[in-house]
């Protein structure tokens, strides 16, 4: 597929640059993208950090989840088709939808990171 890029398995860290073909912490190109999960289309990205093994992009699921949000660590991502504009993660919708509820008030914290860490099976902040 043109335009396809593979993402690293790191769970808070996008891919090199070389693996991606774009510089993600430079030249972040996926701020409102589709995400696809392994059965289906889960929302949109709503917001996407690029900090040194920190990285993870929040997910506005729609009516999907009743409209509710997801984040999930940048290490999730399998693929990013800038063609079509669609981030596709390495998860089932079950996985995310059962992943720990999101909060507006602490996902940037160390402690909410750190739950969604050891859910998607690596550490944390």
């Not at 774009?22 to 589709?34: A, E, L, T, V």
């Amino acid at each position: 597929m043109v335009g396809t890029r593979e993402t690293t398995t790191n769970l808070w860290t996008y891919a090199e640059a070389d693996t991606l073909g774009i510089d993600m912490m430079r030249d972040p190109k996926i701020m409102g993208f589709s995400v696809e999960a392994r059965d289906g289309g889960i929302g949109s990205i709503d917001e996407a950090t690029y900090g040194t093994e920190r990285s993870y992009v929040v997910v506005d699921t729609g009516p999907w989840i009743f409209g509710k949000k997801v984040m999930l660590p940048a290490g999730t991502i399998e693929t990013v088709d800038f063609d079509d504009e669609k981030v596709y993660v390495k998860l089932d919708k079950d996985q995310i939808k059962d992943s720990p509820e999101f909060d507006e008030d602490t996902y940037r914290g160390a402690e909410y990171r750190e739950r969604i860490g050891t859910y998607y099976g690596g550490p944390g902040a």
